[in-house]
């Protein structure tokens, strides 16, 4: 089979390898489109080092049909649509334990711990399917996972009807975070980010939304302004590595502040620097902070709103590229990070 193959950081090759075999607990995938995450920018620059080598195949976000089955598949049959959840848990760590598996100690995923989707055939096991219904395209198929993740951020924090909300980061997550956010509730949005162009993109989709650019304007007072003091009842955090702009506070401390008393913070930005909070704002209004990781059997949700048309996957896709074009696609994420949110591969 053909393959997009990170064969150094930095270089993907499209290249012939053996078509992988299956298991009689595996079936093997026929990969229609995959999209390429933030993660996986991370490993193509070999930021995950020494967790990830080379050479690999990467692409953890796909959909496929399933070109074939081991014997001891029962739910599954060549020539199903399918949507694959990456994460495969370890089972024995504390998390798993007591079924927490987006926190297993030993958690990995298909193309960031084994080969991935960015190929012509992919091996997943059964448990990760998700067949998809007539009415999802296949280019929208390939972004169930990423939604997935927005979907399990609005279960973590418990986003109800006529919640307020605050999503700082405008980024790929931040955007999915709002579609979700969009499913359960009716409340204002505020969307807050650096760079015009996303939060462009988010008020084209949801014009009801309330954009705010970090920059120009500081994001806490505008959220006292339009809720009259008493703040947003959820704090997404989505940003990750936090872009410090002069006199305004960090995303994370910026949710603190903008929620109401007893209100929720959730983050999801993974950055390795310290954020810096002063945890009496946080304990005057007893809120809760707490994070939200990967998914968590939010796959079926997703795929019930895209098939009901409650979502926006067109407005997260910026470009659709052939796979075998990898390496063009990495580096114009590289060069041009604000013009783009999600490129599609189509195999
Ligand atoms: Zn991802
Ligand atoms: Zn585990």
Not at 16 to 39: F, H, M, Q, W
Not at 143 to 167: M, P, W, Y
Request: overall charge negative; glycine content about 8%.
């Amino acid at each position: 089979m053909k393959a997009a193959v990170l064969t150094q950081y930095g270089k993907i090759e499209w290249k012939n390898v053996p078509t992988p075999s299956i298991s009689d607990g595996e079936v093997l995938v026929r990969v229609k489109y995959a999209s390429i995450c933030g993660s996986d920018q991370h490993v193509f620059r070999g930021e995950f080092h020494p967790r990830t080598s080379v050479p690999m195949i990467q692409g953890h976000e796909f959909g496929g049909v399933i070109e074939k089955c081991g014997k001891e598949i029962t739910n599954f049959q060549a020539g199903d649509r399918v949507t694959v959840d990456p994460i495969f848990w370890c089972g024995n760590c504390p998390a798993c334990e007591i079924g927490h598996y987006p926190a297993c100690l030993s958690l990995k995923l298909l193309g960031i711990d084994v080969d991935g989707g960015f190929a012509e055939f992919v091996v997943a096991r059964e448990f990760m399917l998700n067949k998809v219904p007539t009415d999802i395209s296949d280019k929208h198929a390939a972004l169930v996972e990423v939604l997935a993740i927005g979907f399990h951020a609005c279960k973590r924090a418990n986003v109800r009807q006529e919640d307020s909300i605050t999503i700082y980061g405008a980024g790929k997550v931040g955007q999915c975070i709002l579609q979700a956010v969009r499913t359960k509730t009716s409340g204002p949005v505020f969307m807050i980010d650096i760079l015009d162009t996303r939060l462009h993109l988010a008020h084209q989709a949801y014009p009801d939304i309330i954009t705010i650019n970090a920059r120009d304007v500081d994001p806490v007072s505008v959220i006292h302004e339009h809720t009259n003091g008493r703040g947003v009842d959820i704090a997404f955090e989505a940003v990750g590595h936090a872009v410090v702009v002069p006199e305004r506070l960090h995303p994370v401390r910026g949710c603190i502040q903008a929620i109401r008393p007893a209100g929720t913070v959730c983050v999801l930005g993974l950055s390795d620097t310290e954020a810096p909070l002063v945890m009496k704002e946080l304990i005057f209004k007893e809120a809760k902070i707490i994070t939200s990781r990967v998914t968590h059997g939010e796959f079926a949700e997703t795929l019930h709103h895209l098939e009901h048309g409650h979502l926006k996957p067109d407005a997260l896709i910026s470009r659709i590229m052939h796979l075998s074009e990898a390496q063009q696609a990495f580096e114009i994420l590289e060069q041009e990070p604000e013009k783009y949110l999600k490129i599609l591969l189509r195999v």
